[in-house]
């Protein structure tokens, strides 16, 4: 599975931003999907994630700002980060993550896009 992400760039406080992945190759394994940020001098931290089912968890920072989905369509799949009311803390590099299951192999795998950059302005 290969993840490109993007949807980044600079932004003022209490403004919006819609990331998107996009996920090629064997989509039919990928399981649950999630979005990672890594701010400057900080470790890469989990921003949301949403399962299989739709069901979705949110780091408490970005609880009721952002909002995760997932979508389907031919031999795509996709990931979305809706990123309302941004704050400067927000600023980081974004990642999109994804895991696969594939039963034939077998194989559990991890996956990661190359990262879009988010900057929020005071």
């Known amino acids: 599975v290969q993840l490109q992400a993007s949807g980044g760039g600079l932004v003022q406080a209490g403004g919006s931003l819609r990331l998107s992945c996009a996920a090629s190759?064997?989509?039919?394994?990928?399981?649950?999907m999630g979005w990672y940020r890594q701010g400057p001098g900080k470790q890469r931290e989990l921003v949301a994630t949403?399962?299989?089912?739709?069901?979705?968890?949110?780091a408490d920072s970005v609880k009721g700002r952002f909002t995760i989905s997932r979508d389907n369509a031919k031999s795509m799949a996709y990931l979305y980060l809706k990123m309302n009311s941004l704050k400067p803390e927000d600023t980081a590099v974004y990642y999109c993550n994804a895991d696969t299951i594939d039963f034939v192999i077998p194989e559990v795998a991890n996956h990661w896009g190359q990262g879009t950059q988010v900057t929020v302005s005071s």
């Open positions: 190759g064997s989509i039919s394994t990928i399981n649950g």
């Open positions: 949403i399962a299989r089912d739709g069901s979705t968890n949110y």
